[in-house]
């Protein structure tokens, strides 16, 4: 079975004192955090929502990892990823600063979804179906805010460029003050940011990259200096390294699996399944 993850929200005092907004944000702030990953193919995994419920416990959403690239099992990063997302927060929960949650987006993140604890927002992480679930209160708000001042990036670094890498789809080929560039939707922010590269960068470019790459949305990852704006969102991008993520088309046959029903027909085979005779 694919990797799952649930979170329950579980107000104070009861539903009729839980916002709209608190309950999605608080929801979207704890897998937004899973996918903070150092893994090398974090890009691979997506989080498709499975299963939304209002009724008792009021709020909660489970999420199953599935991968963007057909064909490809990516459970074992799927549990990288939750481990790395348990570990993070048992760090951040004891007064340490996540090695993995070290970029302001990340903090801004966290910071938000601690806020939300004051509110009465109590927040149930099941990780897995294995082990007791995260419990998340006020109280560890109360931690967390003892621990933000060291933690939170200062506000006079907010804009200060900084080394780093982004990923993304190539949206187009430009120019940005009259230097070669190329804008990406960046991919957890969903925004469009201009990277302007060398002309050494900008040869290599041309002879990798072509028109269709821009149509059909090529992934690509950048890297050089970032530049932020005001509230700590990547600004612009002077890039020194480009890599374009190979793609390529997976065959039906490649998939296929013709004994996935042990020789029973689709009908009995999904009556079977129904039924729960089959595991």
């Known amino acids: 079975m694919a990797e799952r993850m649930t979170v329950v929200i579980a107000p104070e005092g009861g539903q009729e004192n839980l916002t709209v907004e608190d309950a999605m944000r608080q929801v979207l702030s704890v897998f937004e955090l899973l996918s903070y990953s150092t893994t090398e193919s974090q890009q691979e995994v997506v989080w498709r929502l499975v ?3 209002t009724n008792s416990p009021p709020f909660s959403v489970t999420a199953e990892a599935r991968s963007i690239v057909p064909g ?3 459970d074992h990063i799927a549990k990288i990823q939750k481990k790395e ?20 987006q990340a903090q801004t993140i966290v910071k938000d979804l601690f806020e939300r604890l004051t509110h009465g927002v109590n927040t149930q992480i099941f990780v897995d179906s294995n082990n007791s679930p995260i419990l998340l209160t006020g109280e560890d708000a109360i931690i967390a805010e003892n621990n933000l001042a060291d933690y939170l990036v200062p506000e006079e670094s907010k804009t200060k460029p900084q080394m780093g890498s982004i990923e993304g789809i190539l949206c187009a080929v430009t120019t940005y003050y009259n230097k070669p560039a190329i804008v990406i939707k960046e991919r957890k922010s969903g925004e469009e940011i201009t990277c302007t590269i060398s002309d050494e960068l900008s040869a290599m470019v041309m002879d990798k990259a072509t028109f269709d790459d821009v149509w059909k949305h090529r992934r690509v990852v950048v890297r050089g200096l970032i530049t932020y704006g ?19 088309s997976i065959t039906i046959e490649e998939i296929r699996d013709r004994n996935f029903t042990n020789n029973l027909s689709a009908i009995d085979y999904l009556n079977k399944l129904r039924e729960g005779q089959l595991g």
Do not use: C
């Open 51 to 53: 299963e939304a419920k």
């Open 72 to 74: 490809i099992n990516i």
């Open 85 to 104: 997302f348990t570990n993070s927060l048992s760090e951040f929960r004891q007064g340490k600063a996540p090695e993995k949650w070290s970029d302001y």
């Open 230 to 248: 005001k509230v700590g969102h990547v600004k612009s991008v002077s890039a020194n390294i480009l890599s374009l993520r190979e793609e390529r």
